[in-house]
C-alpha cells in the first residue's frame, strides 16, 4: 500500500474550516484514501474515503487532486470535540488499515 | 451504526500472568478482526488479522505464541497475552469488518489498556 505523508500537528480556530493535508504521491489506481481520527484514548473512528471522486458526508468533505497524488479533508465548521489525531490511509486491495503518524489537530476557542 | 466493544477496557496484573482481552460486534457479523496495538504517543501498530474458523495471520516481528488469537464466532475474536511482561504494557485496539461490505468497513472497538507490573 503506498505511503502517506501528514504534518504533524495544526491548530484551528473553532467554528473555522479546518483543513488537513495529505500527500500520497505514489498511489496506485486501485487504491483509496480513507481517513479516520482518534479520540484521546478511544478507537480510531472512520470519517470519510474516496477513490478519485470528492466526496461529502455529514462529518467531513474529502478533497482529492485531479492526479491523485494528494488529498485534504475538510471540517466545514471545527469545534472543540473536533481535537483528535486525524489517520489517512491509503488502501489497496487488502482488509489491512496501516495507520501512519498521523495529524494531530488541535481545536482552540 | 455497527458497534464493537473490548472487554475488559483496562487491567492491571502481574508479570508472568497471562490476560485475555474480548472483541465483540454488537450488532453486525464480521468475518474478519484485526487487532491493533499503541504505546504512548505512537501510532497504531496492526498485530495480526483474524479469521472466522481459522488461523490468525500475524505481522512481522509479533510473536503468536505470545499473543495467542482465537476467532471462534462471527461476533467474537480473543486477544491472550501469555506470560505478560512490562514490556508489554499498552493499549490494545480491535476492529471489526462488516460480513459481506462493499468496501472495507472497519469499525474499531474502544480499546484495552494493559498495565504490567
Known amino acids: 500500500d503506498a505511503k502517506t505523508t501528514q504534518p504533524t500537528s495544526m491548530d484551528c480556530a473553532e467554528g473555522r474550516a479546518a483543513n488537513l493535508p495529505c500527500n500520497h504521491s505514489t498511489i496506485s489506481g486501485n487504491e483509496y484514501v480513507y481517513w479516520y481520527r482518534q479520540i484521546h484514548s478511544q478507537g480510531p473512528q472512520y470519517i470519510i474515503h474516496g477513490l478519485k471522486n470528492n466526496e461529502t458526508n455529514e462529518m467531513a468533505s474529502l478533497i482529492i487532486t485531479e492526479d491523485r497524488k494528494s488529498s485534504t479533508l475538510i471540517l466545514p465548521h471545527a469545534t472543540l470535540r473536533d481535537t483528535a489525531v486525524y489517520y489517512c490511509i491509503v488502501r489497496g486491495n487488502t482488509d489491512k488499515l496501516i495507520f501512519g503518524t498521523g495529524t494531530r489537530l488541535q481545536v482552540f476557542p | 451504526g455497527a458497534v464493537v466493544s473490548q472487554h475488559p477496557s483496562w487491567v492491571i496484573c502481574k508479570s508472568g500472568t497471562s490476560v485475555k482481552i474480548e472483541c465483540r460486534s454488537l450488532d453486525f457479523q464480521a468475518t474478519t478482526m484485526f487487532w491493533y496495538r499503541q504505546f504512548p504517543k505512537q501510532s497504531l501498530m496492526l498485530m495480526a488479522t483474524s479469521n472466522e474458523g481459522s488461523k490468525a495471520t500475524y505481522e512481522q516481528g509479533v510473536e503468536k505464541d505470545k499473543f495467542l488469537i482465537n476467532h471462534a464466532s462471527l461476533t467474537l475474536s480473543t486477544l491472550t497475552v501469555t506470560s505478560a511482561h512490562p514490556e508489554d504494557s499498552s493499549f490494545y485496539i480491535c476492529?471489526?469488518?462488516?460480513?459481506?461490505?462493499?468496501?472495507?468497513?472497519?469499525?474499531f472497538g474502544p480499546g484495552t489498556r494493559l498495565t504490567v507490573l
Open positions: 476492529s471489526a469488518r462488516r460480513s459481506g461490505s462493499s468496501y472495507n468497513e472497519q469499525f
